[in-house]
């Protein structure tokens, strides 16, 4: 069956505006918005996808008219000690600070700092991937779920313009370009996230 809408279950603007970009090679007739009884969900669990699902599960008793979607990512580094699935919370948590009481803009300024100097301790450069789970919940119920791995470089460079909820794109270098996400040109952006496409076009069966 196909939709004309799809909910995204996250406040991440910026994961928005990138999903629309990415339909526009999926399915242009198919519009993208964050889901309006957007609740809020404390990930508490191991794996990305453990996560993913444990955000789509209030929803599940819901009378939607439209899929609503959940994405989360973990990140592995090589031979570094890492939980995971901490992305955010291990630059907030080493802080005392509380996640929830802090702006997207402390967010990022803490996280970017952290990064930069995971980078600068091991020799300015550290090759990572992250894992990405995706779920999209059905109408129907029906729940379908998938994942994939991007490879990159961190460094402790900071090349601009700011990436406000994605803060690990202003010090990486992808593997599949060789540049700076906030450098890539339009090819760039389709090439480096066709997996994103992949994942989206079998989510919806297309």
């Not at 779920?145 to 803060?167: A, G, H, M, N, S």
Request: glycine residues 0%.
């Amino acid at each position: 069956m196909k939709y004309s809408k799809i909910y995204l279950a996250s406040w991440n603007k910026q994961k928005l505006e990138r999903l629309k970009k990415l339909f526009t090679k999926i399915d242009e007739n198919v519009g993208i918005e964050i889901y309006p009884d957007l609740v809020n969900v404390k990930e508490t669990w191991t794996t990305a996808m453990e996560n993913t699902l444990q955000k789509i599960e209030p929803y599940k008793n819901k009378d939607i008219k439209h899929p609503i979607l959940t994405i989360d990512h973990s990140i592995f580094f090589d031979n570094i000690n890492f939980d995971p699935t901490l992305i955010k919370r291990k630059a907030i948590e080493q802080n005392w600070l509380n996640e929830f009481e802090l702006h997207q803009e402390d967010i990022y300024n803490l996280m970017l700092e952290y990064y930069k100097n995971l980078a600068t301790e091991k020799w300015w450069e550290l090759e990572f991937y992250f894992l990405d789970s995706w779920a999209i919940l059905f109408p129907n119920w029906e729940l379908k779920t998938t994942e994939y791995k991007r490879e990159y470089i961190l460094t402790d460079k900071v090349v601009w313009e700011k990436q406000l909820y994605f803060p690990l794109c202003n010090l990486y270098k992808s593997k599949i370009t060789w540049k700076y996400r906030t450098t890539w040109d339009e090819k760039d952006f389709f090439l480096e996230l066709q997996k994103q496409i992949d994942a989206m076009k079998y989510l919806l069966d297309i």
